[in-house]
Structure formats: C-alpha cells, structure tokens
C-alpha cells in the first residue's frame, strides 16, 4: 500500500488505541467505549492493519505496546485533545468575559428607541462588548453576507420579499401610525377632542415629512391612492429636530407608533389618531443564515428578542 492509499483513521480507533495503552486491557476499553468485547477487537484489527504493526502484544501483565505504539500515543493524545476543542469551541460563547465587537444596521428612529434600551441591557451583561449602530444603505446585505455587520433592525424591504436568498428573520413587533403636534396647537391642542382629528382636518392643516425610509414610502403611497395631498412645509430628512420644530410650530407631523410615542414623552408633545388609513408594518431582525449558528450571533440575536419581541412601543 503506498502512502496515497493509506486509510484514514477514524476518531473511534484513536480512541481506542489511547485507551488500551492505559488499561493494558481490552474489556476496560471496550466498557469505557460502551462496545462489545468482540467489537473492540475488530476495531483493533482495522488499527493493525492500517498502521502495519501488532500494536499490543498479549502478555501475562496485559496488552503491551510495541515500540511503534509508544512512538505514536503523543501524536494520538494532541490529535484527540484537538478534536476536543474544536468540537468545545464551536458553542461556547462568554458575553460577560467577551470583547468582541457587533454592529448591527438600524434606523436612525432606532437610534432613539431601540438603542438605549439594547446598549444598558448588554452593558449590564457584558461590560466589554461593544456596539456599532451602522446606517440602512446598500451596504447592508453584502455586510451580513460577509460578516462585516451582525444584524439588522428594522423593516429592510429586499430582505422583507425574499429577493435576496440565505437571510432569516424574525418579527419583533408591529408597528401602526399616530400624528403628534404642539399641545399648544391652536386648532389641535388644549381641550380639543382627539377624535375630532378627521381626514379633512388633516389635509387642511401645514405638515412636517420625514422624508426618508419605508415610513415615508407607505404614507406617500396612502396619499395617493387617496388622490390626497398634504400641505407639507418642511421637509427633515431624520427624526433629530422634529421635537424642537413641532414645539415651537403648528405643523403635524405623521410617524410611527414606537417613534412617535417617544418622541411625545420626551418633548411633551400631544398625540393624536392617524386619519389615515397607513398600512401597518412588522419591525424585525434580519441576519444571514452563515452566521445562523454563530453563538455570538445567536446570544445577540436572543437579548433583541428579549428586549422588544412583541413589545412594541412599551
């Protein structure tokens, strides 16, 4: 047989060669492998045959190496210790020890809902982690493909119809429409019912438009199936200033419920029922089915779960 043709060994044999040249014994080895005597001895038969050496020599004081078995048990050992650990290090993940880095794709109105409550809770757990907010761009897909992101947050309309193949993805909550305005509002405010804030109320009133993400795309789309417009007066392109503007204006501004309802306890601003009729949308977890079992990945992947699976704006 040349060396091309030589078999590889199998774990179990390794085994076994490791443990007859501890106990000297082939029945001790066959009870700590659980296997039947006669089977042990065909595994030792596969082991002589493969490696071209007895191996053990029946004697009065047990089975006894040869002199090619004590030049082979240390190579036997570290491959058997190897195999050890790299079994161990494909689950094991210490997020209180750990150092690693996450970066995970979220809105800026995330920024504010989300993150605060999602960095205190692995700060608490794990103190040395650190989190990196990246922006929703074309970026995003390739980054989870290839591991430069960990996850994203959010409503991500590629991922949402299956165009782009190999992602999961996990509902956390549900998200429906408000509008909020200044509680000094002339025509909204003070002991107006909130009720009375009826479709052709809001058409007729001055508008601040968030004009970016899918938030924007749905309303738009409402409008138009209406045949509706707004007034719209001002335009942001995120979320930083509209608790200034709507205090100091009359302007209305149409958001999300988990946006909006923070934005109104922060600012104290009034909420009001949306007139229209928006489709509601799912705020979910995207990641990439390579990192699927990652248990960095997964231990992530969980505290979102546990922060905001169907939570809400709570």
Not at 174 to 188: A, F, S, T
Not at 221 to 230: D, F, G, I, N, V
Not at 256 to 269: F, Q, V
Request: net charge neutral.
């Amino acid at each position: 047989m040349t060396d091309l043709e030589t078999p590889l060994l199998d774990p179990k044999l390794l085994r076994l060669l490791d443990l007859l040249y501890t106990t000297r014994s082939v029945t001790r080895a066959a009870e700590q492998l659980g296997q039947s005597q006669p089977t042990v001895s065909i595994w030792l038969g596969h082991l002589r045959r493969a490696l071209n050496d007895p191996l053990f020599v029946r004697t009065p004081e047990g089975m006894q190496p040869t002199p090619r078995t004590d030049a082979l048990i240390g190579t036997v050992r570290e491959v058997l210790e190897g195999l050890k650990r790299l079994s161990e290090s494909q689950t094991v993940f210490e997020p209180a020890a750990s150092k690693r880095e996450f970066r995970i794709f979220m809105t800026d109105a995330s920024h504010i809902t989300l993150l605060p409550r999602l960095y205190a809770h692995v700060r608490a757990l794990a103190p040395s982690i650190r989190l990196e907010a990246a922006t929703m761009d074309a970026r995003l897909v390739p980054a989870l493909q290839t591991g430069e992101a960990d996850l994203a947050l959010g409503l991500v309309r590629g991922l949402e119809s299956g165009s782009e193949a190999g992602f999961y993805q996990q509902t956390l909550f549900e998200q429906d429409w408000i509008c909020l305005c200044n509680p000094r509002h002339p025509r909204l405010g003070g002991d107006v019912p909130p009720d009375s804030f009826a479709l052709e109320r809001y058409l007729a009133e001055a508008h601040v438009a968030i004009v970016s993400g899918t938030g924007y795309q749905l309303l738009d789309a409402t409008l138009k199936h209406l045949s509706a417009e707004r007034r719209v007066l001002l335009e942001l392109p995120g979320f930083l200033g509209l608790p200034a503007i709507l205090s100091s204006s009359d302007l209305v501004a149409t958001l999300p419920r988990h946006i909006g309802s923070s934005l109104a306890e922060t600012a104290g601003l009034r909420i009001l029922p949306c007139p229209l009729n928006i489709p509601s949308f799912s705020v979910k977890q995207y990641w990439h089915a390579r990192y699927h079992h990652d248990a960095a990945n997964q231990w992530l992947r969980n505290v979102c779960a546990d922060l905001f699976l169907q939570r809400g704006a709570r």
